[in-house]
């Protein structure tokens, strides 16, 4: 580790909010960060909301006399609720603070765990909405800012906020150009609370029946934050989202070095059918590229007019290099967008043409996440669900 390199602590537990936990373990590790990722459970691998399985990099009973520059607490339930009965962070956060570090919490977390522990009296603090009556009787001062710095000590409000509160995580220990410089790569909203839009052209109704099934391949290095947006936020919706590993190992690790897992193995399914097709980013995408199956799959999904999607490098690595998207405008990340044919809508953030949908980084995941949900069951439910997750 260089000698400026700032070390952070996540702990994580059964019925973490996956979103949370992964969006600000991927954003501190860009923004240089070297991020711990423990479990406050007796096994390394816990089992997160919405059915998402995560794998720490040890066990916080392990590490409890190490020195961190932040503690971070990720929301969720149970998973704050376990944070807060976890003695040995709470004496780890406490010291943090005795010691003037920083600590922070967003969702249920700033209530559960920072405010019963005693470390909110009198200073401002934000919070997931259910929980700001409660935030308020630990003495803390419940502003309702999407993210709030009081002192040492930082907090923000759900999943839609996360990675806001990631940035200003990373600002807070290694300065605003560095947070700036990330914030540039993830392509961070520029209008956050706003009513959430995207560019639709050839408008085409996407049909299922009964449930829409969907299918999310990961592969090593696929961009998690993306990832996981889309199995949290249609899972949210009640879609039955697979989420399947390209390769041998259901375990895979992303392009941040988070250890995502599957729920199966992509030639598990290969001969299932899907209403959706949506891939995340990242270099995995070059390994969707190269997998027979995987491609196989689209070019079906293609010739049956059927949906397929993708986010970040996808578009360029899977789609453009493969004919999959002629004829269609589509969107990427700005790093690639040059080897789109058509540049037209390469600015907007999320853009859907009759039955494929694309979209640009991390910071638009949410965004393109909602837009397969209104695609899919209308823009009331989506707004609901965006409402619900503080986008």
Request: with cysteine; charged share 25%; aromatic share 4%.
């Amino acid at each position: 580790m260089a000698p400026s390199t700032k070390t952070v602590l996540i702990p994580i537990a059964h019925g973490t909010e996956p979103l949370e936990a992964v969006a600000m373990i991927t954003t501190l590790r860009r923004g240089g960060a070297h991020v711990t990722v423990a479990s406050v459970e007796t096994q390394v691998g816990v089992d997160a909301c919405h059915g998402i399985k995560m794998v720490a990099d040890t066990l916080l009973s392990d590490i409890t006399d190490s020195i961190f520059d932040l503690i971070v607490l990720p929301g969720g339930l149970p998973g704050g609720e376990t944070l807060k009965n976890c003695k040995p962070l709470e004496n780890m956060v406490k010291k943090q603070d005795a010691d003037g570090r920083l600590n922070a919490a967003i969702c249920c977390a700033p209530a559960l765990a920072l405010g019963t522990w005693g470390l909110l009296q009198g200073k401002k603090a934000t919070g997931y909405p259910v929980f700001m009556e409660k935030l308020a009787a630990t003495c803390a001062t419940a502003v309702e800012s999407r993210v709030q710095i009081d002192g040492r000590i930082v907090t923000s409000r759900g999943p839609g906020t996360t990675i806001e509160f990631s940035i200003t995580l990373v600002e807070q220990l290694y300065g605003k150009e560095k947070a700036d410089e990330v914030s540039s790569i993830l392509l961070v909203r520029p209008n956050p609370g706003e009513e959430y839009t995207f560019t639709e052209l050839n408008k085409t109704e996407w049909l299922f029946e009964d449930t829409p099934q969907i299918l999310v391949p990961i592969a090593e290095d696929s961009e998690e934050t993306e990832a996981i947006a889309l199995a949290d936020i249609l899972r949210r919706a009640k879609a039955n989202v697979v989420i399947a590993a390209i390769g041998n190992s259901l375990e895979v690790v992303g392009s941040c070095k988070v250890n995502l897992v599957a729920d199966v193995l992509l030639d598990e399914v290969s001969e299932k059918s899907f209403d959706l097709i949506v891939l995340p980013g990242g270099n995995g995408a070059q390994r969707f590229a190269s997998c027979e199956t995987l491609m196989n799959m689209l070019k079906k999904q293609a010739e049956a007019n059927k949906p397929y999607g993708g986010i970040c490098k996808a578009s360029v690595y899977v789609f453009e290099r493969n004919g999959l998207l002629k004829g269609k405008k589509a969107t990427t990340h700005p790093r690639v967008s040059n080897e789109l044919s058509d540049q037209s809508h390469i600015e907007d953030r999320v853009v859907v043409d009759g039955n494929v949908i694309t979209s640009r980084a991390p910071g638009t995941a949410m965004e393109f996440s909602l837009a397969i949900v209104e695609k899919f069951y209308g823009r009331e439910k989506a707004l609901q669900l965006a409402k619900a997750t503080l986008v």
